[in-house]
C-alpha cells in the first residue's frame, strides 16, 4: 500500500542499513500524516511518490543522526546556545528578513545546504571542501530550472538560511506541511498536540549542528512556531523573539498564492483555490491567537517588533536598532556583510509575486474581522 507509515520505515531502514530512530516521538504522527496522505490530500500518482520521497528523506536522517550521536556521545554534552527566534506570520517578510541577520559574523542560522543534509562528515564540517556544498548546489540549480515560478515567490539560495522545518519534520511535528500538503485529519490531531516532543528534538540537532560548528548563538525561524511559543520557552529558556509585522491582508492573500502553487507545482496535487484561502484564513489566525496569548504568558519584556514597513525604508537602520534592544554588537563586519548583500540581491531581482485575496474565495472583510485583535494591536495607524 502506497504511503504506509511502517512500510517507509522499513524502507528507510534498508537503504540507510540503519535501524534505530531514537526515543523521540515518531509512530502516531508519521501514521497520522501518512493516512491523512491518502485520504485527503489529492495526490496525483506523482505526487504519491513525491510525498513517500519527502517522508523517506526525512526517515533516513533521522536514522543517520541517531547513528551519528551513537558514535559521539559528546554532542549532547553541550549546551544549546542562545536562541533568538524570528517570529512572525509567513509571507510577513520573515524569509528576507531571516536572510539579512544570517549575515552577522556572530549568529549562526542553518544555511540550506545543510538542512538538507544535516550529519556532518567526520571532518571538514563547514569547509571549502564540505561535500553537502557541492550536492546542494546542483540541487538547487535543478530547481530553478525545474520550477523558476519558485524564485519570484521565495527568492534563495543554497548557502541562503534555512527555515528549522526540515528538523521539526524528523519527529512528524512540523505545522509547515498543511501549506504543502491538504491534510485536513492530521492537522486536526496536530491541534491537540503539545509540540514540546518536537522542539525537545530540535534541541538535540542543533546539539549536532553545533558540534560540526559553534554557535555565539542561534539565529533561527520558522513561522508555524507561532503555534508553539510556549513549548519554545520550556525548551529554549531566555529565548528572544523577535517578530515581524505585515499587515494579514497582505501577507494572507501571498500565503494563499504559496500554498496553491507549492501543492500543485511542487507536490502533485489537485487544487481547489476557493478551498485554500477560508482553511489558510482559518489557520494563519489560530497560529496568530496562540502567539498572542503565549505573549501574555511568557512577557513583553522578551519580545520585540520590527516592522516590514520599516525594513523596507531602511534595512541596515531597522536591523541597528533591533540590536541595541537585543543587546547585541552590530558590528562594523556586520554592517559591511549586510550592505553587501543588499547590493548583490536586491529585492525583487526575480519579479513580482502577484496574488489577490478574491482568487482564493475570501474578502478583505473576512481577513480584517478574523485578525481584528491583532490588527488593532499591531497594526493600528500604522499601515
Known amino acids: 500500500m502506497a504511503l504506509d507509515a511502517e512500510e517507509l520505515k522499513a524502507r528507510a531502514r534498508a537503504e540507510t542499513g540503519l535501524n534505530d530512530y531514537g526515543d523521540a516521538p515518531l509512530d502516531e504522527s508519521l501514521d497520522v500524516f501518512c493516512r491523512s496522505l491518502r485520504e485527503e490530500a489529492r495526490l496525483t500518482p506523482e ?158 540537532v542543533l546539539k549536532l549542528l553545533q558540534w560540526a560548528k559553534a554557535a555565539d548563538f542561534w539565529s533561527l525561524k520558522l513561522p508555524p512556531d507561532l503555534f508553539a511559543l510556549d513549548a519554545i520557552d520550556r525548551v529554549f529558556p531566555g529565548t528572544r523573539f523577535v517578530w515581524s509585522h505585515r499587515h494579514p491582508l497582505e501577507s494572507i492573500s501571498s500565503v494563499c498564492s504559496l500554498s496553491a502553487n507549492l501543492r500543485e507545482k511542487q507536490a502533485g496535487a489537485h487544487v481547489d483555490p476557493l478551498e485554500i484561502g477560508p482553511t489558510q484564513l482559518a489557520f494563519q489566525a489560530e497560529a496568530c491567537d496562540r502567539a498572542m496569548a503565549a505573549r501574555a504568558t511568557i512577557g513583553e519584556d522578551r519580545f520585540i517588533d520590527v516592522y516590514q514597513s520599516d525594513l523596507s525604508r531602511d534595512i541596515p537602520g531597522t536591523i541597528e536598532a533591533l540590536y541595541a534592544k537585543l543587546g547585541l554588537p552590530f558590528t562594523d563586519a556586520y554592517r559591511a556583510k549586510l550592505t553587501a548583500r543588499l547590493v548583490e540581491k536586491p529585492r525583487g531581482r526575480f519579479g513580482k509575486h502577484d496574488h489577490q485575496l478574491d482568487r482564493y474565495g475570501i474578502s478583505e472583510r473576512q481577513v480584517v474581522d478574523r485578525f481584528s485583535v491583532y490588527i488593532d494591536r499591531f497594526h493600528s495607524g500604522r499601515d
Open 47 to 204: 505526487g504519491v511518490e513525491k510525498a513517500e520521497a519527502l517522508i523517506l528523506s526525512r526517515l533516513a536522517e533521522r536514522l543517520r543522526i541517531e547513528d551519528f550521536i551513537a558514535r559521539h556521545p559528546e554532542v549532547l554534552e553541550q549546551e544549546v546556545a542562545p536562541v533568538v527566534l524570528l517570529a512572525g506570520m509567513p509571507r510577513s517578510g520573515t524569509t528576507a528578513f531571516a536572510q539579512h541577520l544570517s549575515e552577522d559574523p556572530a549568529a549562526r542560522s542553518i544555511p540550506r545546504w545543510e538542512c538538507n543534509s544535516l550529519v556532518p562528515p567526520e571532518a571538514g564540517a563547514h569547509g571549502d571542501d564540505d561535500p553537502r556544498l557541492a550536492k546542494s548546489r546542483a540541487a538547487f540549480e535543478q530547481a530553478f530550472r525545474e520550477m523558476p515560478w519558485r524564485q519570484a515567490i521565495l527568492p534563495n539560495n543554497y548557502d541562503d538560511p534555512a527555515e528549522h522545518g526540515i528538523l521539526m519534520g524528523l519527529t512528524f511535528l512540523n505545522l509547515q506541511l498543511p501549506t504543502l500538503y491538504r491534510v485536513p485529519s492530521w492537522e486536526a490531531w496536530m491541534m491537540e498536540q503539545d509540540l514540546t516532543p518536537g522542539y525537545e528534538y530540535l534541541a538535540k
